[in-house]
């Protein structure tokens, strides 16, 4: 199955930053596993939709807060991350929960597989460190039927 790492976020932001820190480090780490995609997601939005319609697993990495403690790592399911996300918001703060929710109604493709989200409450080199090396793993085996 081939694995997909978006890591979406605002490198100018540094609130925002986690993603773009991680997929600059995964830049580092080549060569990937086989069948491993790195995505720079940036900011766009909506316009990650046809990059969903590939099949396969999906890793996102973006910032998050007030799921942890500060410079810690949260794994969400597609669901959970549904659960917590807003989906009646239209602008740029609906963010991944939104796009996940009209996915299934606009995709023309293969649904993914997996969506998992690694969310990184702050931006320190160990935490970056640890992302990338879990991203890896997760777009490479998933979540291997974890609840």
């Given at each position: ?42 900011l ?13 697993r ?26 917590y ?43 970056i ?19």
């Amino acid at each position: 199955m081939t694995g997909y790492i978006i890591c979406i976020g605002n490198r100018f932001v540094e609130e925002d930053a986690a993603g773009p820190a991680v997929y600059d480090r995964l830049q580092l780490m080549q060569p990937w596993p086989e069948n491993i995609e790195i995505i720079d997601g940036g900011l766009m939005g909506l316009n990650l939709l046809p990059l969903l319609e590939r099949g396969g697993r999906v890793v996102f990495i973006d910032a998050v807060k007030g799921f942890g403690r500060s410079d810690e790592i949260v794994v969400l399911k597609q669901q959970q991350i549904l659960d917590y996300g807003n989906t009646s918001v239209f602008d740029h703060s609906s963010g991944l929960a939104y796009l996940l929710s009209v996915l299934p109604h606009v995709c023309e493709g293969n649904l993914p597989e997996e969506i998992i989200l690694i969310g990184l409450e702050g931006t320190s080199p160990r935490l970056i460190e640890q992302a990338a090396a879990l991203s890896l793993d997760l777009a490479k085996n998933g979540l291997k039927g974890t609840d």
